[in-house]
DNA sequence: CGCTACATACCGACTGGACGGTCACTGTCA
DNA sequence: TGACAGTGACCGTCCAGTCGGTATGTAGCG
């Protein structure tokens, strides 16, 4: 057994494809988004690219999988260091999502995977399954689900926005946004 | 000057061609969306489709520049019936976006209409300058800049969650939504 | 330990179809 | 007659996915 075996394990493959991929969809868009562009700066060729993601949207579903999975723990993350419990999952996601302003490279890949989402829902339905992940389990919480909610339309506005660059949302705005949630004080007509 | 004139105004076929068009995204999503089935279900062949819309980005173009004066319409139409001046823009943004559910063709189209903007920014800008001339010319809103925005990111936060099948959100947490801006109660911290 | 058999990683030229866009031409009006 | 609406066959490109083949592992077996 070499230490420097030339077949490599198909899982490092596999994380070396999806960074590469992330890669161009950074550089190159959506449409410039293509199969032989990632095989072309992998170190594999297109044969084992369709090797390890048999079409285009297994590829895209790597890529989702991987990023879900990051966002999801930069928000469980963000939620584990929040001291305050009230409405401390919506924060998190808040914060996790857009508390930073993006790079051009985070704006291209986020436009990569709207275009994907909306040309194939699956892919949308996928990364729901990623988020949805999140909430669960924290009924300690004793934020209303209206206020929650309420948090979570925003920073998926706000994070819309940035992708599509609507409006320019200063980071004192966004930092009020992180203060709707007190205690005892909802903010929607309606709680439970 | 024939009224059954062979030769139709130019304007009368450009406004077929983007009825037309959106049927197709309605009906076929973003993937079916090519110039070729577009001008099948139109009563004009493809070169004179070409010949109005000279490529698929143009016919975009006139299909966003419709969807958004009919959604700024729609808009100044909800801000005129609104008895209340705080936050009446915001709230008319709000209403004219996501107050009613989504029938599954406004979906199909929002989905195309939402891959073409994140493949082609600057299809994203136009469609932004559309919604931009709403808030312009207001000032007798006493609204807070933030709090107006904070409804303005709710409000496409929820149509993307709309367009998506993110959350499940009832007409009443709409209707709770709606009733956020009230005169004299700033709802983010930093109003001006 | 070899030897065989099979599985899997990988290669890259090729294909087949989709699709955006062109063009030479006709018909119709002022 | 010049300008323009409109035609539809055609073209060129792009690109996802295929396929025959090679290289490199591993498992069984005497």
Redesign the pocket.
Known sequence: ??TT????A?D??RAEIIEKALEVAAELGA???????VAAR???????????F?????LLEGMIDHLGEMHADSILAEAARDPEPYGRNARAYLRATVNEPFTPQDISIGRVVMAACAIEPTLAQRWNTWIDKVKIDDPSDPVGADDALMLRLIADGLWMSDIFGTHAVSLDQRQALLSLLTPGHPITANEA
């Open positions: 057994m070499d075996t030339r077949r490599r198909p490092d493959t449409s410039g988004f293509t199969l032989d562009a992998t170190t594999v060729s297109k044969g084992a690219l369709l090797h390890h048999p079409s285009k949207i297994a």
